[in-house]
């Protein structure tokens, strides 16, 4: 999946924030940012989902963590491995393990 484009907007006044349009024609609004040196992309939402303005505040709160020291990308992995129940690993293993024999 190649991207077309990166449609930046100057005037939102929020470096990093683009609307990102793939080869395949879905647009997504999008924050790249650096933190602790690396170069990181969080995908707020589709276009058609989200507003413009429902990403630029999403952007500028992300960015404004990013200022204070915080890194929200790590904050959002471990919410998420943190929300998985033992039930939905165990289902998860089962659906890739689907030859395996129920107990």
Do not use: C, W
Not at 91 to 98: M, P
């Amino acid at each position: 999946m190649g991207v077309i484009a990166k449609l930046l907007s100057p005037s939102s006044g929020l470096k990093g924030f683009a609307l990102r349009i793939t080869s395949s024609g879905v647009k997504s609004f999008i924050v790249e940012t650096r933190i602790s040196g690396k170069v990181k992309r969080v995908t707020l939402g589709k276009y058609g989902n989200l507003t413009v303005e429902e990403a630029r505040k999403q952007a500028k709160a992300l960015l404004g963590s990013v200022a204070r020291g915080d890194d929200p990308i790590a904050e959002m992995k471990t919410k998420k491995v943190h929300a998985m129940t033992l039930q939905q690993v165990l289902n998860d293993y089962l659906k890739a393990r689907k030859d395996l024999k129920p107990p």
